[in-house]
């Protein structure tokens, strides 16, 4: 028991100092705040702002609003957290995957659908269907599912 809970906290340990290497290597000043913040996204995978100041404060982080928003904006420019949109409510989520891949909806849950095979599918169906759409950066196919009670 003692074995594993020490091969517990020196994952947590190599998984902290993993994600402030990462804020470094993308160019941002490590900061307490935006450890935190980065922290958090790697628990929640995918937020909306709200869930994830809650997160920050039920963990004893008091950040304002804005530093958070401040804080989540830099990681996408930066390339460190990626942005995605429900289309049919418009909620927004931060997402700690920046690599293509594609979206699942249920009810108030976004979950990751990688799949390469669907990428290529969609990207040449694009190119025998419009051959004239040319450099596409990135496919996200987005489903959502029906809202069944
Ligand atoms: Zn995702």
New binding site residues.
């Given amino acids: 028991m003692r074995k594993i809970c020490n091969n517990f906290a020196k994952s947590i340990k190599s998984k902290a100092m993993e994600n402030t290497e990462k804020i470094k290597l993308a160019g941002l000043k490590l900061t307490p705040q935006r450890t935190a913040v980065y922290n958090a996204m790697t628990t929640l995978r995918?937020a909306k702002l709200d869930e994830i100041v809650d997160f920050l404060n039920k963990e004893g982080n008091m950040m304002t609003l804005s530093t958070i928003y401040r804080i989540l904006e830099s990681f996408c420019k930066a390339n460190l957290l990626s942005l995605?949109c429900r289309p049919d409510t418009g909620e927004c989520y931060y997402?700690i995957?920046v690599k293509e891949?594609h979206?699942v909806f249920e009810k108030g849950s976004?979950v990751?659908f990688d799949d390469q095979e669907l990428t290529n599918i969609v990207l040449d169906y694009l190119k025998k269907k419009n051959p004239e759409l040319k450099d596409i950066e990135r496919v996200q196919v987005q489903i959502i599912k029906q809202n069944k009670q």
């Fill in positions: 995918h995605v997402d995957t891949h979206h976004i990751d």
